[in-house]
């Protein structure tokens, strides 16, 4: 008879024995906040799509950049809304685009703090695709050779970390050999390896006015009921070169997320994306629910499930409640 010896509540009894046996501490070290930049001067621009998110322009970025550093989160995650769209989405590596004007303005103000960068066309092409396309369909090598080119020229901006996000077959190969010829020894790729053609990307992609003009990413990106191929994808980024591995949304995807911490030794970032973020937005201004409290079971569990790093919109309203 294991009860009354065994009586699970007695380590509940009270917030110091809950805190003495509680086993997953979130940290603001791990947290990577994401902004988004845009052609223009002192932008501070309301996002409708995202509560408490803005657009900035690459001088105001700065303050921005400032204040995440300030708040202790070790990182950012930058996209940028170019000034226009073209075929190739030729300014996605523009010398002074507007994230590579960013990043070297952050690097300069805040040299601290970790600039990672987002790498892909779909804000950039008129197409809204992540790629090239050839007769209406991704024309993947093609479009290896362009995010490489982007890549480089992040890492000539001073970015610590590049980010492709696009799911082309074989792009951290590219990138990271053409880093490697160029002498960015040293500049990290974090891989968007298991990124699935999710229904939770829509606030952002109003906020990166970067919805597809036709069609969905479901030929590029994962079938949202697949896990093995996770595995396979995140094994291959490894071989071609990626430092982090990122797993892409968090909450629908925990078990991926657990899968690869067994399996992978090398740090695991999950992606709390812009739907999971608004769903609790939405549902606290509804009064449903407490958001501080909903927020930090909601970052806690990506952590328990195996996340090294975890990026959030809520990395700021966060740091703030780790802190305290
Ligand atoms: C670009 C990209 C997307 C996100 C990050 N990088 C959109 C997409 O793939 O459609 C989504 C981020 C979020 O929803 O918070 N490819």
């Known amino acids: 008879m294991s009860f009354p010896n065994n009586r699970m509540q007695r380590l509940r009894t009270s917030e110091s024995m809950r805190r003495f046996v509680r086993q997953t501490a979130l940290s ?3 947290l990577v906040y994401p902004l988004f930049v845009k052609d223009g001067k002192g932008l501070k621009e309301p996002i409708e799509s995202m509560t408490d998110c803005f657009h900035f322009s690459p001088d105001t970025i ?40 960013a990043i070297r303005e952050i690097k300069k103000a805040v040299p601290q703090l970790l600039v990672i960068t987002d790498v892909c066309l779909c804000a950039y092409t008129r197409s809204g695709h992540c790629g090239m396309l050839k ?10 050779e362009l995010l490489a080119k982007v890549a480089l020229s992040h890492a000539y901006a001073g970015a610590d970390i590049v980010a ?30 298991a990124k699935y053609a ?3 990307y829509g606030p952002f992609r109003d906020a990166a ?37 990122m797993i892409k949304p968090a ?47 909601m970052l806690c569990s990506i952590k328990r499930a195996g996340a090294d790093i975890i990026i959030t919109y809520f990395a700021r309203e966060a740091a703030k409640l780790l802190k305290s």
């Not at 007769?135 to 290896?144: A, G, H, L, R, V």
């Not at 077959?169 to 500049?187: A, M, P, S």
């Not at 003009?213 to 990626?242: C, P």
Request: include cysteine; charge should be negative; hydrophobic fraction near 40%.
């Open 62 to 101: 700065v303050r921005e950049a400032e204040q995440v550093a300030k708040a202790g989160i070790p990182a950012v995650i930058l996209f940028g809304l170019p000034k226009k769209k073209d075929e190739i989405g030729s300014l996605a590596w523009a010398e002074n685009g507007v994230v590579q004007q």
């Open 198 to 200: 999710s229904a939770f």
């Open 28 to 30: 603001v070290d791990n």
């Open 209 to 245: 006015d970067s919805a597809p003009a036709f069609g969905d990413r479901k030929s590029y990106q994962m079938d949202t009921a697949n896990s093995d191929q996770a595995m396979q994808e995140i094994a291959l980024d490894i071989e071609e070169g990626t430092d982090i591995v």
């Open 164 to 193: 492709p996000s696009d799911m082309m077959d074989g792009r951290v190969g590219y990138i990271r050999q053409c880093l490697e010829k160029n002498g960015f020894h040293d500049t990290a790729i974090m891989a968007y390896s």
């Open 135 to 144: 007769d209406n369909k991704i024309d993947n090598d093609s479009t290896c």
């Open 251 to 297: 909450l629908c995807f925990l078990d991926i997320i657990y899968r690869a911490k067994q399996r992978f030794d090398c740090p695991i970032a999950a992606y709390n994306v812009s739907g999971e973020y608004m769903m609790l937005n939405v549902a606290a201004q509804a009064g449903l629910l407490d958001k501080k409290s909903a927020m930090l079971e």
